[in-house]
């Protein structure tokens, strides 16, 4: 969010483009992100398969999970989303189209800060008319599967918690956690790398994956040292790109997060299992709503999911552009800002 309870929908200011290296393919790709009108949300296109077909940023367009997180619509996909999608929540886009005419974002330089210059100093944003809807979290949600946890607290705001371990001198145990907005995102987080160890990317390049991957879009990690150049650009910069897929992940929730995530040692696919028992726990988030009063003041009110009485009915999650869920419920609290 642009700043904590922000009401109002955003998109771009003006049009930007960006191309490179896509991480798996290899292959130069084109980007193209424009404003989009509200309650669009965040929608890609495929512009060299189907250019009309909307492959919409949410949790149910979700088709891989593997090495990234892959969205797509029949033969329409786009993977490595997550760091892309960061950038856009964090910054506070609501509302975007983007075109693309390849199989996955380009990497950048492996992290999300390339997208962070891109949107805020090339593209800027746009206030909207109408209001934001958010999820606000009420009773902590726990997802479990072997030693990887997920929990989910009420927050005031949006905060993760990230912990990693791996059997690797160089890593160990790391845990970060922050408080998450658009300048804590810029400075804490967007320029996190993404990481791989030499062996895997071997292994993975033998099989025709990460044939774009270098030590200009990832992090190299040898047996005794980080092969890159430069180094680190934090003591601590795998747990904290953890982070960065975990905010880019959470953001196919497809509406802001008022909570705090704590995930450990979890990866896309825990991500995306955990977003699916969110969806069946619908009695411990809710909707919170802004609206103006007669009076002309923006308050807030929460809609009540309408499974909250029925126990383990699945919620669906607000789709940008279509009828919301509780739409029958009574608006309830009514809070001043
Ligand atoms: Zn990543």
């Given at each position: 969010?642009?700043?904590?309870?922000?009401p109002n929908q955003y998109t771009l200011a003006r049009e930007v483009?960006?191309?490179?290296?896509?991480?798996?393919?290899?292959?130069?790709?084109?980007?193209?992100?424009?404003?989009?009108?509200?309650?669009?949300?965040?929608?890609?296109?495929?512009?060299?398969?189907?250019?009309?077909?909307?492959?919409?940023?949410?949790?149910?367009?979700?088709?891989?999970?593997?090495?990234?997180?892959?969205?797509?619509?029949g033969d329409a996909r786009i993977s490595t989303t997550e760091h892309?999608?960061?950038?856009?929540?964090?910054?506070?886009?609501?509302?975007?189209?983007?075109?693309?005419?390849?199989?996955?974002?380009?990497?950048?330089?492996?992290?999300?800060?390339?997208?962070?210059?891109?949107?805020?100093?090339?593209?800027?944003?746009?206030k909207q008319k109408n209001f934001r809807r958010l999820i606000k979290?009420?009773?902590?949600?726990?997802?479990?599967?072997?030693?990887?946890?997920?929990?989910?607290?009420?927050?005031?705001?949006?905060?993760?918690?990230?912990?990693?371990?791996?059997?690797?001198?160089?890593?160990?145990?790391?845990?970060?956690?922050?408080?998450?907005?658009?300048?804590?995102?810029?400075?804490?987080?967007?320029?996190?790398?993404?990481?791989?160890?030499?062996?895997?990317?071997?292994?993975?390049?033998?099989?025709?994956?990460?044939?774009?991957?270098?030590?200009?879009?990832?992090?190299?990690?040898?047996?005794?040292?980080?092969?890159?150049?430069?180094?680190?650009?934090?003591?601590?910069?795998?747990?904290?790109?953890?982070?960065?897929?975990?905010?880019?992940?959470?953001?196919?929730?497809?509406?802001?997060?008022?909570?705090?995530?704590?995930?450990?040692?979890?990866?896309?696919?825990?991500?995306?299992?955990?977003?699916?028992?969110?969806?069946?726990?619908?009695?411990?988030?809710?909707?919170?709503?802004?609206?103006?009063?007669?009076?002309?003041?923006?308050?807030?009110?929460?809609?009540?999911?309408?499974?909250?009485?029925?126990?383990?009915?699945?919620?669906?999650?607000?789709?940008?552009?279509?009828?919301?869920?509780?739409?029958?419920?009574?608006?309830?609290?009514?809070?001043?800002?």
């Amino acid at each position: 969010m642009l700043k904590k309870y922000e009401p109002n929908q955003y998109t771009l200011a003006r049009e930007v483009s960006c191309s490179g290296i896509g991480l798996h393919t290899g292959r130069t790709i084109r980007m193209l992100m424009q404003p989009a009108p509200e309650n669009t949300g965040v929608v890609f296109y495929r512009s060299d398969i189907d250019p009309d077909m909307p492959v919409p940023a949410l949790v149910e367009s979700v088709v891989d999970t593997r090495l990234a997180t892959t969205i797509g619509c029949g033969d329409a996909r786009i993977s490595t989303t997550e760091h892309l999608l960061a950038a856009l929540r964090s910054i506070g886009v609501d509302n975007v189209r983007i075109d693309i005419d390849g199989p996955e974002v380009p990497i950048m330089d492996g992290s999300a800060g390339p997208f962070v210059f891109l949107l805020k100093k090339k593209a800027g944003v746009r206030k909207q008319k109408n209001f934001r809807r958010l999820i606000k979290v009420t009773r902590e949600i726990a997802w479990d599967d072997g030693d990887t946890c997920i929990r989910i607290f009420p927050h005031e705001g949006f905060k993760v918690t990230c912990e990693i371990e791996f059997n690797h001198n160089l890593i160990r145990s790391q845990s970060y956690s922050l408080d998450v907005n658009g300048v804590s995102f810029a400075k804490e987080i967007s320029r996190a790398r993404t990481f791989g160890f030499i062996e895997d990317i071997e292994t993975l390049q033998a099989n025709g994956l990460a044939l774009g991957g270098s030590l200009d879009n990832a992090v190299v990690v040898g047996p005794d040292r980080v092969l890159n150049a430069g180094g680190l650009r934090f003591d601590d910069e795998f747990v904290r790109h953890k982070a960065l897929d975990l905010i880019g992940d959470l953001s196919l929730l497809g509406a802001p997060l008022l909570g705090h995530v704590v995930a450990k040692k979890s990866g896309h696919g825990q991500h995306l299992a955990f977003m699916k028992e969110m969806a069946a726990a619908g009695n411990c988030w809710e909707y919170l709503e802004f609206a103006r009063n007669r009076q002309g003041n923006i308050l807030t009110r929460a809609i009540k999911n309408s499974s909250r009485a029925a126990g383990n009915v699945v919620v669906p999650f607000f789709v940008p552009g279509r009828p919301a869920m509780g739409q029958n419920a009574v608006p309830a609290v009514g809070q001043n800002l």
